[in-house]
């Protein structure tokens, strides 16, 4: 996906960048409105599990659960809706965890997987 000063548009697989699952990224992935990750200039990123299907400029309430803490300080904060029952990133299969943390750590290496209360507290020193 690309940011286009308007809105997401999706321009399919990433495998030219992202070899992890072809280039496809495994999980909803969107961001936090008016909440700036100042170590990049961008919004707060969000992953999220549901079972429902979202399309491209979708939004939605979502309850923050973690974050996974990268490297390179472009932190994924982790979510769920009220479609599922994972309050904690270690309800989600084994099989699905290491494909998450391969995908986002291919480009930065994931140095922790925080739970919720860190991961609110940095929401909170982002927020605009």
Do not use: W
């Not at 979502?62 to 300080?73: A, H, N, P, Q, S």
Request: charged share 35%.
């Amino acid at each position: 996906m690309a940011y286009d000063g308007s809105g997401f548009v999706d321009l399919g697989p990433i495998k030219d960048q992202i070899s992890v699952n072809d280039g496809v990224m495994p999980i909803h992935y969107g961001y936090i409105e008016k909440a700036i990750n100042k170590e990049e200039g961008d919004e707060v990123d969000v992953i999220i599990f549901s079972t429902r299907s979202y399309k491209t400029g979708d939004t939605h309430d979502v309850e923050i659960i973690g974050m996974l803490t990268r490297k390179d300080g472009d932190h994924k904060l982790i979510a769920s809706d009220e479609s599922t029952e994972i309050k904690d990133f270690e309800d989600v299969s084994s099989e699905e965890r290491d494909l998450i943390l391969k995908y986002f750590g291919f480009k930065s290496e994931i140095t922790s997987i925080d739970p919720k209360e860190k991961a609110l507290e940095y929401l909170e020193s982002c927020l605009v």
